[in-house]
Structure formats: structure tokens, C-alpha cells
């Protein structure tokens, strides 16, 4: 990642002064099935070298996030809903479901205090397909009525 | 380095239940992924011998193929909604164990012992289809008989101790131990893979994000000038024998249609006939009901995973060439899924890994632009989902910003600033 580079001044981000940042949140989003455990953690970290990690050590580093994309979708729902991003990543990561899958801690945390939502970005590309399909089916048989 | 010392490790498949309402957390229990795990009955619980994968093998040479196989994927079509339900499975092994009276008390009695006990698992299930694939003798559709069901039941329990012996030395996963012990590659590819059976990631959302991936891929004026751009219509159509991108999607979405929406409970097996009748409703009639594009028949099941190799620890694990094609075409050209979950992901995720494997066969180099595109393509998505979600006046998104010398670096691929808080999203495909 490149938090250093953000917060040593060597990257920036458009119109954004970073030298008010007091909170820096690293999220590992990954379009592939993972299901975390702490076997999962130990061989990851066995894995990583040191010197590409040691940005995450800095003060203003919250802890390392990993979500899968379904989880990312569901996250940027509830921010859509309303929820405060950083909110949710505070919850999820303060408490002892800061290893765990996001889902295992919306489902389980009786204090997350989050609600589980949709994108309506999600709904309203399923409702495109379905349409597609219907609109193929109808042209189907409105042509074998005609026939008949 | 932490071991893989719980305690009855070997069964447990890992999973992720919704909690049962009047299932209380312990107070001040950790959470832990034994929260997610359910434990599988196997054979020594019930205090029967325990079948080998070669004990599997020699019953799966005794039994009649498709009607073995059939019987096999209605059990995973009927297993696949319950997954997590142990009343339900409890039903469900009523069902498929009618007559067997040695081993009903005993599962009935495991299921008892403990609100994370459940009867059947998806991973033992495929395991058995492979071993019937592989070994069982060539047999037409017909009704089993009594024996030969007797011989089934078996080995449906049996298929879920078979693997034991593979799991008996607990797995380290540290980078060393794996590099010195291949074995453990195996056990742990085993416990991620016995992970993703249980995982069921909403068909809604599966289908409809590698949909916008494919139509960000093919027609979104923001990638239409990068360096790795592909054809990928092109190779999808070429890796369907000249059927549309399109056209798969519709032949994928009706089955889907077909085979798993309610009312009716899942029935995997599509007659040819009902096959014409869906392509001619969706009006493709220039496609083969034969739909070789999905369906593969037992001689092509058995030379896929032959390529794929891995031995017989593999068969537990190796699911590409089901995926790939998630219908056994049968010998009168009738269908039949062997999993709910290969249909949802060849519509789905199958889109990419048909890409991919098409680039494969072209050329190492594009398949490595292939992949790279796949990555701007995952990352615009990744940027638009944010950027929908996303209140201006209450944050700020961007995209990667390039750095450094010559501007070779590049920031994460989502960045949120919202108030005095940054949030960096590094999208990894």
C-alpha cells in the first residue's frame, strides 16, 4: 500500500490537504473466497515481509482489514443507507471480531450496531437481466399465440 | 505457530451458519471461526469401521453410473438449501436412509450431542461423484436396486470419513512447513476449499457483479484505451464454440431457472427434451441441445481431471473441471447437475475463468494482459460502487493517483476521505 507515501507527502490525492488526517484505515478487498481464521492470519503473516508492512505499524494506522468483494458490496450498502464508513470500521475492528470475516461480524456482534444492506446499484442490474430474459420469453410466445 | 489443535478437527467442515434464534452466545466467549464450523457425522462416531478412500473406490466399482450419479446430485440439489439446518438434515437422512436401521439411531443421536452437528456435507458429496465418475461401472438411467441402493447409502456415508486418513496430522500452514511438506498444501487447500462449500454467496449478487464486470470489460468507454485491453466477447463467443457472450448468459440463466427456483425443491435432471423446449423459448434454436458449452460427459470429466492431476488427495478438492461444465451429459443426451453451486458459478465467476482459459490457450503473454486487464476492470468497478455509495458532500472519493519518479507508483485503488479519517481500499483480483 502506500501509506506512507500519503502521509510523508511523496503521493497526493486531489484537493485533499493530508496533513489532517489523523486516521489512516488499510482494507485488503479480494475477489477471491476467503474465510478468516487465525491459521489463516499466522500464514499470512509468515508470508509478508516485514519491511513491505511496516507502514501499518505507524500511529495513525488503524488495524489491517480484509474483506471479500461481496462484503465490500454490503459495506458501500450501508454507507449508501447512511452509516458512516469509518463508523463501521471502527466497530468492526475494535472489538474481537477484528480478525474475522465481515459477515461473521454483521451476523454475530450483538453491538455492532449496523444494519445489513443492499447497494441499489446490485438490485437494479438484477432486475435488468431478469427483464432481458422475460423480454426474450414473451417475444417467444407471443409469437407462437400468433401462430396458433 | 498456531496449530490445528481443535479437538475434532478432522470433521469439522468449515461453514457460515446463521445463528438459530434461541442459540445464545456464551457470555465472554471470544469469537472464533469454531463459530463458524459444524461437525460432519463420520463413521467413528457411530462406532462403524472406517472406509477408505480405496474402500470408496471398490464400492464405486459395484454401482451402476448414471443411476448412481443421479441419485448423488439430488441428494446435493436437495442438500444444498439446508446446508446449515440441522432439523432438516435430519429429515433429509430420514429420506435417504429409509431402511437403514443400523444407521439411523446413531445419526440421530449424534445430531443430539450437539446444536453444530449436522449429517451431510457438499465437499463428501463431490468427493463420491468423483470416485463414481472415476471408477463406477457404465450403466444407463434405471432405478437402483434394493441392493444397490443399500450399496449407495454406504458409500454416501462412507464418502464422508473417506478423507480422514489425509486429515489425521493436523496442518501448522506456516510458510516453511508448507514448502517442506507438500502434503499440507493438500490439507490446507482442503480446509479453504472446504470453506467456499459452505459458503454460499448470494446468486443476486454473484451474477449481476460479473455481469457489470463483463459489460465494463466489453463496452465502457473508460477502459477503451488501455494498454491491455482484449477482446473478451471474442474469446468468451471462441470458447463456446461461436456461442454470444449473451447467449450463454440467457442458456446459464434458464437453467438456473429450471433447476433451482422455487417452488418445486431442485431437481437437477433436465430431459433433453426440456432443453429444446428452453432454447427454443429463448429463442436460440441455432444452439445444440447437447449444450456441450456446460455439460460434459463421463469420458470428459474423466480426461479433465485427469489434466489437472493431483492424485488422490486432488479428489477431495478439485472442483475446475465441475465447474467448467456443471452438467453430466448422460448417454441419451439427458442432463444432470451434479451441484447447485457449479450452475450459479458458471454464470457467475464462469465468465472470467472462460476468458481466462481461452487467453491460456493463446498465448502466455495474453493471458498475462488478460489478467492485468481483469485487474483495471475489478478496480473501475470497485471505484463506481464507491462512488455510488458515496455522499459528496460527506466524503470525497478518488481513484489511484500516480507518484514518484515518472509517476511509476500508483496510491491504493480506492481512496475515502471522510472528515479527518482515510480509508484505503487495495483491490486485489
Redesign the interface.
Known amino acids: 500500500m502506500c501509506i506512507s507515501a500519503l502521509l510523508d507527502g511523496a503521493a497526493t490525492l486531489p484537493d485533499v490537504d493530508l496533513t489532517t488526517i489523523k486516521r489512516v484505515w488499510p482494507v485488503v478487498v479480494s475477489l477471491g473466497h476467503i474465510t478468516q481464521t487465525h491459521n489463516l492470519w499466522a500464514y499470512l503473516r509468515s508470508a509478508i515481509k516485514s519491511e513491505t508492512t511496516i507502514a501499518l505499524g505507524r500511529d495513525r494506522v488503524q488495524p489491517l482489514q480484509v474483506l471479500r468483494i461481496i462484503d465490500y458490496e454490503r459495506l458501500m450498502g450501508m454507507v449508501e443507507a447512511g452509516q458512516s464508513l469509518t463508523a463501521i470500521l471502527e466497530h468492526k475492528t475494535s472489538g474481537p471480531f477484528r480478525g474475522r470475516d465481515f459477515a461473521s461480524w454483521l451476523r454475530d456482534d450483538p453491538i455492532r450496531g449496523a444494519s445489513d444492506t443492499r447497494l441499489s446499484t446490485i438490485e437494479h442490474r438484477w432486475e435488468e437481466m431478469s427483464d432481458e430474459v422475460l423480454a426474450r420469453r414473451h417475444l417467444t410466445e407471443q409469437r407462437a399465440s400468433a401462430d396458433e | 505457530?498456531?496449530g490445528?489443535k481443535h479437538g475434532r478437527s478432522r470433521k469439522r467442515q468449515?461453514s457460515?451458519p446463521?445463528?438459530r434464534s434461541g442459540d445464545t452466545?456464551v457470555a465472554g466467549a471470544?469469537?472464533?471461526?469454531l463459530?463458524?464450523m459444524w461437525v460432519v457425522a463420520s463413521e467413528v462416531d457411530l462406532g462403524r469401521a472406517q472406509t477408505s478412500l480405496a474402500d470408496l473406490r471398490e464400492m464405486a466399482t459395484r454401482l451402476p453410473f448414471e443411476p448412481a450419479a443421479l441419485n448423488v446430485a439430488a441428494l446435493q440439489a436437495r442438500l444444498d438449501p439446508i446446508l446449515t439446518n440441522q432439523a432438516r438434515h435430519w429429515e433429509l437422512a430420514q429420506a435417504f436412509f429409509a431402511g437403514c436401521d443400523d444407521l439411523l439411531p446413531g445419526l440421530e443421536t449424534f445430531l443430539s450431542e450437539g446444536p453444530m452437528h449436522v449429517i451431510f456435507s457438499p465437499q463428501a458429496l463431490m468427493l463420491l461423484t468423483r470416485v463414481l465418475i472415476a471408477d463406477a461401472r457404465t450403466a444407463s438411467q434405471r432405478q437402483l436396486t434394493d441392493i444397490e441402493m443399500r450399496l449407495l447409502q454406504d458409500a454416501v456415508f462412507g464418502a464422508h470419513s473417506a478423507m480422514e486418513p489425509f486429515l489425521s496430522e493436523p496442518?501448522s500452514?506456516?510458510?516453511?512447513e508448507l514448502r517442506e511438506n507438500p502434503l499440507e498444501l493438500d490439507l490446507?487447500a482442503y480446509?479453504?476449499q472446504a470453506?467456499?462449500f459452505f459458503?454460499h454467496?448470494?446468486m443476486?449478487?454473484?451474477?449481476?457483479?460479473h455481469?457489470?464486470f463483463r459489460r465494463l470489460a466489453t463496452s465502457d468507454a473508460r477502459l477503451f484505451d488501455s494498454a491491455d485491453r482484449v477482446p473478451v466477447d471474442e474469446w468468451l463467443r471462441d470458447a463456446c464454440g461461436g456461442v454470444t457472450a449473451d447467449e450463454q448468459?440467457?442458456v446459464g440463466?434458464?437453467l438456473v431457472?429450471i433447476t433451482q427456483l422455487p417452488p418445486d425443491p431442485i431437481f437437477p435432471h433436465v430431459p433433453a427434451e426440456n432443453v429444446r423446449d428452453m432454447l427454443?423459448?429463448?429463442?436460440l434454436p441455432g444452439i445444440t441441445p447437447e449444450l456441450q458449452m456446460l455439460s460434459a460427459s463421463r469420458g470428459d470429466y474423466q480426461l479433465a481431471f485427469d489434466g489437472f492431476g493431483g492424485g488422490a488427495e486432488a479428489m477431495a478438492w478439485e472442483t475446475r473441471p465441475f465447474k467448467a461444465k456443471p452438467f453430466l451429459r448422460m448417454a441419451n443426451d439427458d442432463l444432470l447437475l451434479l451441484a447447485p453451486p457449479w450452475l450459479l458459478s458458471w454464470v457467475g465467476e464462469g465468465f472470467h475463468y472462460r476468458a481466462l482459459t481461452h487467453a491460456q490457450s493463446l498465448s502466455s503473454g495474453l493471458s498475462a494482459k488478460y489478467t492485468r486487464f481483469v485487474g483495471k476492470v475489478?478496480e473501475t468497478y470497485?471505484l463506481?460502487?464507491?462512488t455510488?455509495?458515496?455522499n459528496p458532500s460527506d466524503?470525497?472519493v478518488?481513484g489511484e493517483?500516480r507518484?514518484?519518479p515518472g509517476g511509476g507508483?500508483?496510491?491504493?485503488d480506492v481512496?475515502?476521505?471522510?472528515?479527518?479519517?482515510?480509508?484505503?481500499?487495495?483491490?486485489?483480483?
Open positions: 505457530m498456531p490445528h468449515k457460515r446463521k445463528r452466545p471470544l469469537p472464533s471461526e463459530d463458524q496442518p500452514f506456516g510458510v516453511e490446507l480446509e479453504l470453506a467456499t459458503d454467496p448470494p443476486l449478487d454473484e451474477i449481476a457483479r455481469r457489470e448468459w440467457a440463466f434458464g431457472a427454443e423459448r429463448l429463442q475489478v470497485a463506481d460502487i464507491a455510488t455509495a458515496t466524503a470525497a478518488h493517483q507518484y514518484g507508483a500508483r496510491t491504493t481512496a475515502i476521505i471522510d472528515g479527518n479519517d482515510l480509508v484505503l481500499f487495495e483491490i486485489h483480483a
